[in-house]
């Protein structure tokens, strides 16, 4: 399998997932705008999701991935396909039982979560109706964090990248056709969420089928754990819980925190999150997605060669790739909010505010995309313990740097905080990594970097001139000159990052590899 061909093709898959989203994000600002109502749906929607990412998607894909491709490569299908029967049931039953309870208890929830929203009765009243709804999300998305797995170790990556998609067009055909007939036009959006997590696993069924993996639930939720496969996966996922949560528990502290700010700074963060969320899943999530399964057979096999050289094809393409994302983000923040979001109730204020927080998130990109890339060579040999650590004292060292960021910045300081936290992880990943002897980085690194300065350079050069030309709020009047304004700088700069590259040596066959 060419690895650098599949990363194109998911991070294709994924450029389509963040179109669509920042679509909706544009369709939702120019709706809502950024307010009370609008930071009641994102705290709503921030509960479900995070136990959705805590529980589903990061924990139980990290841990459940390796033991299932230890499975395939030595017990055949068929064990497989018993391993991931038992996993479906226990994982559906426990979802479900943690529905009921967040249905029930969504007021404590949103109070825990978003104090400062008891200042407005309505929109605290809001926030627990749309969290009762949202809240079997976590479901849907348990079943695809399931599916995706099985897929991923079956080097079927197209439909996992393609499934967010759905969401994203469920969100705008609420925002478009929908809000305007209610009475609250947000609970629209929480209607939205429910119907996409619905599509998102119909999605799955005929791509299960096809590889003969379309798990079989059981009604008796025992039967699940009685597996001894199904407790090795539970084993690994409970403290890889707190492996991957660092950054969401920290933005959870955040949401809490900006809900005491100015109104509206949970909406600010917000947009500012989605743009940073842009390159993050594009590389980040698509490197890992492709690193977990690869690295997990070189484990099996006991390959350290193999295993150590494709970590390092993961970080030199990380390097790549996010330092000029980041450069970028701080560069032309205000222009992409201005485009993206400066319409109807989405103030030039708002684009100020957002602004602000979008350039601190990039500070801390290069950290939040390299945890990505450095985290699944410990879950592939199946060391849950080590991240768990470090995670643990980011979480903290991030909270301390809040203390000293927000009086100072306000909302900005809170995604400082989170992006100077993930660089702090990513140094900790890899240093375990060295001390180990697992990763051995392969010769020419520094003239990889010198080489890749001065690509930085120039086109941070072009993203400041052309940024500082024009008036991007002014522009508001002229929306499709703004975006076609935006598209040209944003090509010039690619443009003048590449060919730097090609002018200083870099080759894209340097970068091939395959697994």
């Known amino acids: 399998m060419n690895l650098l061909k599949t990363l194109a093709a998911i991070s294709s898959m994924t ?45 139980f894909s990290q841990a459940f991935v390796p033991i299932l491709s230890e499975y395939k490569n030595q017990h055949g299908q068929e064990a497989s396909k018993q391993l991931a029967d038992h996993v479906a049931t226990t994982l559906v039953w426990a979802t479900l039982l943690v529905s009921a309870i967040g249905i029930v208890g969504a007021p404590w929830f949103v109070y825990a979560i978003a104090t400062g929203l008891t200042k407005d009765a309505g929109a605290f009243d809001a926030a627990v109706w749309m969290t009762r709804l949202m809240f079997p999300y976590i479901t849907c998305m348990s079943f695809v964090a399931l599916a995706g797995g099985i897929l991923n170790t079956w080097r079927e990556f197209k439909i996992p990248a393609f499934t967010p998609v759905l969401l ?45 993996m379309l798990p079989r639930l059981s009604f008796n939720p025992a039967i699940g754990l009685s597996d001894g496969g199904v407790r090795r996966v539970l084993k690994k996922m409970g403290p890889a819980v707190f492996a991957v949560s660092a950054a969401q528990i920290s933005l959870m502290i955040n949401t809490s925190i900006a809900s005491r700010l100015t109104e509206g700074s949970i909406s600010w963060l917000s947009y500012a999150d989605r743009l940073m969320e842009f390159p993050t899943a594009m590389l980040g999530v698509a490197l890992g997605t492709i ?16 295993y ?3 970590l390092d094809w993961g970080l030199r393409l990380t390097f790549l790739l996010a330092l000029p994302a980041a450069v970028g983000m701080a560069t032309l923040a205000t222009p992409l909010i201005a485009t993206l979001f400066h319409y109807g109730k989405f103030t030039a204020e708002s684009v100020t505010m957002s ?77 375990g990594l060295r001390k180990r002897g697992i990763y051995q980085p392969k010769p020419g690194w520094a003239k990889f970097f010198l080489r890749l300065l001065p690509a930085l350079i120039v086109m941070g050069g072009v993203a400041y001139a052309g940024a500082m030309r024009i008036d991007w709020i002014a522009m508001q009047a002229h929306p499709l000159l703004r975006a076609g304004a935006l598209a040209l700088l944003v090509s010039l700069c690619g443009v003048a990052y590449f060919a730097t590259l090609l002018l200083v040596g870099f080759r894209f066959r340097d970068f091939k590899r395959s697994a």
């Open 15 to 59: 450029m389509l997932s963040r179109v669509t989203g920042l679509l909706r994000e544009s369709l939702f600002a120019r709706a809502f705008g950024a307010g009370a109502y609008t930071d009641a749906f994102i705290v709503a929607f921030r509960i479900p999701n995070l136990l959705r990412r805590l529980f589903a998607e990061g924990a």
């Open 168 to 212: 994203n067009l469920s969100f705008i055909a609420a925002s478009l056709f929908l809000a305007p007939h209610l009475k609250q036009p947000i609970y629209a959006m929480a209607i939205a969420v429910f119907a996409g997590g619905l599509l998102q696993v119909a999605i799955q069924i005929p791509a299960l089928i096809k590889i003969g």
């Open 291 to 306: 690193l977990l399964p690869s690295l997990s057979k070189a484990n099996v096999d006991g390959d350290k060669t193999e």
């Open 308 to 310: 150590s050289a494709l």
């Open 355 to 431: 602004t602000q927080p979008l350039v601190a998130y990039s500070l801390g990109l290069i950290g939040i995309i390299l945890v990505k890339t450095l985290a699944p060579a410990f879950y592939a040999r199946q060391d849950i313990r080590t991240p768990v650590k470090i995670a643990i004292g980011v979480l903290i060292a991030t909270q301390l740097m809040n203390l000293l960021f927000v009086p100072y910045i306000a909302v900005a300081g809170l995604a400082l905080s989170i992006g100077l936290g993930a660089c702090l992880n990513a140094s900790f990943l890899y240093w």
